[in-house]
């Protein structure tokens, strides 16, 4: 399947959400002020916050920044196409209207078939990224099912945009983020790639206290929050919506939105049961956060943030 007539459209300044790995994206030409534009309408986002740059491959890095550090280059060597952002020194070439006024610029290879397809064919037509958020309204769940994003801005797009459709999202939580605009790298926000796979791949230490406050829009009070009220590892009464590793079994009464096997599952389905308890017009979910280090701790960080409620 190509991509060609969606290339084609984001050419022409239409807005086209595409899914990825991690979740998926409202898509726009980076390069086009008025496009992107519309994706903060869209999203009811603040202008302030700055967008993703969805590229190609690796050989795109340099179109938008200048100063790549080598351990920077060794990251995307090692994980891209792949759940990770990085934030590097823009160019002139990197606008405003897309780093919120930055310095900097965050770039990203997703990896999915659809998206890389996608990016291709803009790149054969000249748009050399393409600038997405989430593809949810501000400040609610990312979607990772097709039927989530029409579900969050279905309404707000117009007749030439378009939304793709890839299946489930495999990985469910958005990327990880890691400055690299500094000696060492700083994540910014966790994800799917972890501390010690960041540490093992550059020979570097990531110091913990490093790993603090920025300007990601993820890192304000709520966010990533559904409707519902979000108690973690809190007693779940009749009626309560309740999420937990399938060891953990559903208390008297709970409704029971997910049973994940694994970290990796409990990753993969978090969102879409977030929003089935929305749904089903549930008042409380209780979630049970998975122990240890690696992906649980972007799991409890995405718990923590929709927890602060909307
Ligand atoms: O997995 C993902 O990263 C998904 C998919 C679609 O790629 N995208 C995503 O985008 O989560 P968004 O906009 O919902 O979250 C990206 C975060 C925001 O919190 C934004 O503030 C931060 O990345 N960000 C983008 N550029 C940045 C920069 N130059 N410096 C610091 N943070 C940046
Ligand atoms: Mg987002």
């Avoid at 997910?258 to 969102?271: F, G, K, Q, T």
Wanted: hydrophobic letters at 40%.
């Amino acid at each position: 399947m190509s991509q060609i007539d969606s290339a084609r459209a984001i050419k022409n300044g239409a807005l086209v959400a595409f899914p990825t790995e991690t979740v998926y994206g409202l898509g726009a030409d980076a390069s086009n002020e008025k496009a992107v534009a519309r994706i903060y309408e869209v999203k009811g986002r603040p202008h302030d916050h700055p967008l993703i740059l969805h590229i190609a491959s690796i050989d795109d890095i340099s179109y938008w920044v200048k100063n790549i550090n080598d351990y920077a280059m060794t990251l995307a060597r090692n994980f891209w196409p792949g759940p990770m952002t990085l934030i590097f020194n823009r160019n002139e070439r990197a606008e405003d209207f897309v780093t919120g006024g930055q310095e900097t610029v965050g770039l990203r290879v997703p990896n999915h078939a659809i998206a890389l397809d996608l990016l291709q064919e803009c790149l054969k037509i000249g748009v050399h990224a393409i600038a997405a958020p989430s593809a949810n309204r501000f400040g609610h769940v990312s979607p990772t099912t097709v039927d989530a994003v029409r579900e969050e801005i279905g309404s707000y797009l117009s007749d030439q945009d378009l939304i793709l459709d890839g299946g489930p999202s495999h990985v469910g939580l958005e990327s990880t983020i890691i400055d690299c605009t500094a000696d060492a790298p700083r994540i910014l926000r966790p994800g799917a790639i972890t501390q010690s796979m960041i540490e093992e791949c550059t020979g570097m230490r990531i110091n913990e206290s490093n790993n603090s406050e920025i300007r990601v829009s993820g890192s304000f009070e709520k966010h990533y929050a559904p409707n519902a009220q979000i108690l973690i590892d809190a007693q779940a009464h009749a009626g309560q919506g309740f999420i937990a590793l399938a060891e953990i079994p559903t208390p008297i009464g709970a409704i029971r939105l997910a049973s994940p096997n694994s970290i990796d599952e409990y990753a993969r389905v978090l969102y879409t049961a977030l929003r089935d308890g929305d749904t089903q017009g549930l008042a409380t979910i209780v979630v049970i956060q998975p122990s240890g280090v690696g992906l649980a701790i972007a799991i409890r960080d995405r718990l923590m943030r929709a927890s602060k409620g909307r």
